[in-house]
C-alpha cells in the first residue's frame, strides 16, 4: 500500500518521513526520483521545472511512504496532506533562504489550498487526510500520520482555513 505525504513547501513533509523513517516505515524521497524528469529550470523561482504528468506515469509504486510536494500526482491508496499557517510558512521558508517573492507565493499557495484541491482532484476522499502541522514537533506530525495509516485516525478535511491570511495582508 502506497501512501503519500505531500503540501506545501515548508509544512513538515521531509522532517516528519525521517521521523517515520527511522521507526521502520520504508520512505522514498521524491525529490530522488525526479532528475529524468527536469525540463527546465525556472530562475524567477530558483527551482526545477519537472514535467509531473511523465513522472508519475514512470514512477514504479512502492509499498510505503512516498514524501514530497508533488506525491498527490502518484496513484496513492492514502494520501496525508500537511497544512502550515502561512505567517509560520513564511518564516520556516525564509530560515531555508528562500527569496521573498518565492516565500509570499508558497504562503498564499498554503493560504489557497492549492495542494488539497490538487489531491482531491486526483483521489477519493475517504482516502485524504488533512494535517495542521503549524504547532507540531516532526514527531508528533510523524505519530499522527501513523494513525492515519493503522486507520486510528479517519480521513478527513476541511478543518484548516488559512483564508483569514488574506484578509490580515490587505
Known amino acids: 500500500m502506497m501512501t503519500g505525504v505531500t503540501g506545501t513547501p ?8 525521517d521521523v517515520l523513517a ?10 530522488e526520483t525526479v532528475a529524468p524528469y527536469v525540463i527546465g529550470e525556472d530562475p ?36 496525508v496532506v500537511l497544512r502550515c499557517r ?9 530560515s531555508r533562504g528562500y527569496p521573498e517573492a518565492k516565500c ?16 482531491l482532484e486526483r483521489h477519493p476522499e475517504e482516502t485524504v487526510r488533512e494535517l495542521d502541522t503549524t504547532a ?9 500520520i501513523e494513525g492515519f495509516l493503522s486507520g486510528r ?4 478535511f476541511g478543518s484548516v ?3 483569514d491570511y488574506f484578509l490580515e495582508a490587505t
Open 44 to 79: 524567477d523561482r530558483g527551482t526545477d521545472i519537472v514535467d509531473h504528468e511523465a513522472w508519475a506515469a514512470a514512477f514504479v509504486p512502492v509499498d510505503g511512504i512516498v514524501e514530497g510536494h508533488l506525491a498527490h500526482y502518484l496513484p496513492c491508496d492514502r494520501v
Open 104 to 119: 509570499r507565493e508558497n504562503a498564499e499557495a498554503e493560504a489557497l489550498d492549492v495542494i488539497l484541491v490538487e489531491t
Open 10 to 17: 515548508g509544512t513538515g513533509k521531509s522532517a516528519a518521513a
Open 136 to 144: 507540531s514537533t516532526p514527531e508528533e506530525t510523524a505519530t499522527r
Open 22 to 31: 527511522a521507526r521502520g516505515h520504508r520512505v522514498v524521497h521524491l525529490g
Open 161 to 163: 482555513d488559512w483564508s
Open 86 to 94: 502561512p505567517d509560520v510558512l513564511i518564516t520556516r521558508l525564509r
Open 153 to 156: 485516525l479517519a480521513p478527513g
